[in-house]
């Protein structure tokens, strides 16, 4: 790829990419991660506000199926599923860019392999195409692009959306580069949605948003073929020219969904918050201690955990999903942080807010040095300060579900199996690991068509 500009280089790769020059473990890891992010939907698109989005833009005669039931146009689908799909921040965390890269590439692969009658290997070899590209933009940009305020998601995770499509769509090597292209050039998206029902609307839209300019392209129209690199490019304007060339020569060398992976969520709350949930978890609740038992809960997190978990005080479930003390609480109380804990009953509740007086967060120096970050992004210390002023700590570096401590086969089919029950869908296939996935999310999306949300409160 030497001398070729970024842009160039990753439509290449993408038109050459055939599925056999991929590992047998990152087709593995892209089918879990498939799986994964449609439990997800499912789940999200059981969720009134799910509903409300898609009551904006009307099911149709369309070919591609949705969460919340019904078919309708890629371009909505990609719309709808890709909001349900990030709806309850259940879907899994890469931490290349610090995103949700599947969240936005697999509503758009999962729509137009269905438009186009694609074959499961077509579709998952988009869908490594699309993260790829997605992930390895992402280290060219390095993490000051989300330290500064851009939502890489929305950001990096449109660029390879868009790649994803131009490949279903049957476009070459230069009609790949000028949907790269005309997809850096419309890419944005801040964190200032954090908390907000925009977050998942913003996944949504970058899939939908991907569709449309893979099609803009395939039909004729033109696009930069620069719009990563150039001098008014992505890496100038969102990045403030702060990049890492090198990485584009890792493309198709070195496979980001296997390195450094994906963290597949056991909470459907903010990645940042999954270690601390875990440790207060097992010194509390698994402990047996009682909320009455605690005094003070002291967690010390990175300057990761903290710029991400902003609401110490949350009102809404969207809020919730970022703030400490809540997950904190539902930790003691529960052990977990639930779906069913995402309501504002619950929220609100006389036991939580209890709990919640009780944390106190602070940030680490220690935690958050550039090889702590490396090692443990998103840490947590944890110091329980009981009534009899007896004190515990603990600290967890990789919450359960992280790469380099995946879910098991049984705990992955039990969240799965959970978000289906949330989202009143019954398992029909005895191993999801072997399924064709593409059949499979048709059969579940058709089961979900006629029947009521499972939450009114937001």
């Keep these: 790829m030497t001398g070729l500009g970024v842009t160039k280089s990753f439509a290449g790769w993408a038109s050459e990419l055939l599925a056999t020059d991929i590992p047998a473990h990152v087709h593995q890891i892209a089918h879990r991660a498939m799986l994964d992010t449609l439990g997800a939907m499912l789940a999200g698109g059981a969720h009134q506000d799910i509903k409300k989005l898609a009551g904006i833009w009307p099911a149709s005669n369309g070919a591609c199926d949705l969460a919340t039931g019904g078919r309708a146009t890629a371009e909505t689908a990609a719309l709808i599923n890709g909001g349900a799909a990030h709806f309850w921040d259940f879907d899994d965390t890469s931490y290349t860019g610090i995103m949700h890269g599947s969240a936005v590439i697999f509503p758009v692969v999962l729509a137009l392999a269905q438009e186009k009658g694609a074959s499961e290997e077509e579709a998952r070899t988009a869908f490594v195409i699309g993260s790829e590209i997605t992930y390895v933009l992402a280290d060219i940009c390095t993490h000051q692009h989300y330290f500064r305020g851009w939502w890489s998601t929305a950001t990096c995770g449109l660029v390879g959306a868009a790649a994803a499509a131009a490949r279903l769509l049957g476009c070459d090597s230069n009609q790949i580069c000028q949907a790269i292209g005309l997809a850096a050039a419309a890419s944005g998206g801040a964190k200032s949605v954090f908390g907000t029902h925009a977050k998942p609307y913003l996944v949504g839209e970058a899939a939908q948003r991907a569709i449309m300019i893979a099609r803009f392209v395939a039909s004729g129209l033109s696009g930069p073929d620069d719009g990563i690199e150039g001098q008014t490019g992505f890496l100038h304007l969102l990045n403030n020219d702060v990049e890492d060339l090198q990485q584009i020569e890792t493309l198709g060398r070195r496979w980001r969904l296997a390195d450094p992976g994906l963290l597949i969520k056991l909470y459907p ?120 002023q007896t004190e515990q700590t603990g600290f967890c570096g990789e919450a359960y579900g992280m790469p380099e401590k995946p879910l098991s086969d049984i705990d992955f089919l039990k969240k799965f199996q959970g978000c289906l029950a949330f989202a009143n869908c019954a398992l029909s296939k005895q191993n999801i690991f072997e399924t064709d996935f593409l059949l499979f999310a048709s059969e579940l999306c058709a089961q979900v068509e006629k029947l009521p949300s499972t939450q009114s409160e937001t």
Excluded: W, Y
Aim: charged fraction near 20%; aromatic fraction near 4%.
């Design 269 to 388: 709350v903010c990645s940042a918050a999954h270690a601390a949930t875990e440790e207060i978890a097992r010194q509390t609740f698994h402990a047996g201690l009682s909320p009455d038992d605690i005094d003070m809960i002291r967690v010390e997190v990175p300057k990761l955990v903290r710029i991400s978990l902003v609401h110490d005080h949350p009102k809404t479930p969207a809020q919730a999903q970022f703030s400490l003390p809540f997950v904190a609480a539902c930790a003691v109380i529960n052990g977990a942080v639930r779906l069913q804990d995402l309501n504002v009953d619950v929220i609100q509740s006389a036991s939580i807010q209890a709990v919640m007086a009780k944390v106190q967060i602070h940030e680490a120096a220690d935690l958050s040095t550039p090889e702590a970050r490396q090692r443990f992004p998103e840490s947590a210390r944890v110091r329980i300060i009981l009534k009899d």
